[in-house]
């Protein structure tokens, strides 16, 4: 894939999270999946999307209004093992959400960096942090594949379905491991696949910016982890995730073909 090629990915996926970010921000009717696909169900009851995917009623509840938008495929921050102190870097951090989570258990000693490529998230983020008195979180606009943080300044990188949509995974975690301190460690949670795409979902851009075309397989994950140097490499599948990822599009029965996964991994010492 040339230059050209990850642009073009990197502005639908960027326009597609525009909309998403601007079409609930005076919490309209709809949900966040207007007009077809994301990495979310179709009602406009976020926290019952949310819960689904691992969140708690008390994470649920402990955020501000407006920064869970119903994205992702799991709770990064619950598989994080955060300590108090922590520096925290969320891959893709959209309205804040997971980064407010982590920033409560990082706590005032801690700080939590979150990092969109979408303008209109990173607003959003902001002002969320702001009315909910997160004076340990910072929001930086960038790319996921070129972090706007110093070498060797992070404990902890997590991630909510985002990597799968990168057109370089490599260059995202060769970033990753750059970024993090020694013994600094990764906890994503992404969607991977199992089987083939069929071709006519792998060259749709709806359903890459949907977290489905974009995704990589476990072995491939694996490579490009070991190929940034990553140590302690574990890959979990999420069987469960199917019954939420069937929805994404609905008759395509897309849970054939992929399925969230937990991924941690750790930089050596």
């Not at 009623?57 to 938008?69: H, I, K, M, R, W």
């Not at 960096?113 to 209109?120: K, L």
Request: net charge negative.
């Amino acid at each position: 894939m040339n230059q050209v090629q990850n642009d073009e990915i990197r502005q639908h996926v960027r326009s597609r999270y525009k909309q998403i970010a601007l079409y609930n921000e005076n919490e309209s009717d709809a949900g966040c999946c207007a007009p077809a696909i994301s990495c979310c169900d179709t009602p406009r009851d976020f926290n019952d999307i949310s819960s689904k995917l691992g969140y708690s009623n008390d994470e649920l509840t402990s955020v501000p209004e407006g920064a869970n938008l119903g994205l992702g495929c799991g709770n990064p921050q619950a598989i994080a093992s955060l300590q108090a102190g922590e520096v925290v870097v969320d891959l893709g951090s959209g309205g804040g959400f997971d980064s407010f989570l982590a920033a409560k258990q990082v706590g005032d000693s801690g700080k939590v960096i979150g990092v969109d490529m979408t303008p209109e998230m990173i607003s959003r983020a902001r002002g969320n942090a702001l009315r909910g008195g997160y004076a340990n979180t910072e929001f930086r606009l960038g790319e996921i594949e070129h972090l706007p943080i110093s070498d060797d300044s992070v404990n902890v990188i997590i991630s909510n379905c985002v990597i799968n949509l990168s057109p370089d995974k490599q260059q995202v975690f060769n970033e990753a491991i750059r970024v993090l301190k020694p013994g600094g460690r990764l906890a994503i949670s992404d969607i991977v696949t199992t089987a083939a795409l069929p071709e006519e979902i792998k060259q749709d851009m709806d359903s890459l910016a949907g977290c489905i075309s974009g995704a990589s397989s476990i072995d491939e994950i694996q490579i490009i982890l070991e190929d940034s140097g990553f140590v302690d490499i574990v890959i979990e599948p999420k069987d469960e995730s199917k019954a939420f990822i069937r929805k994404w599009i609905p008759g395509a029965q897309v849970d054939q073909y992929i399925v969230s996964a937990v991924i941690k991994a750790a930089k050596a010492l």
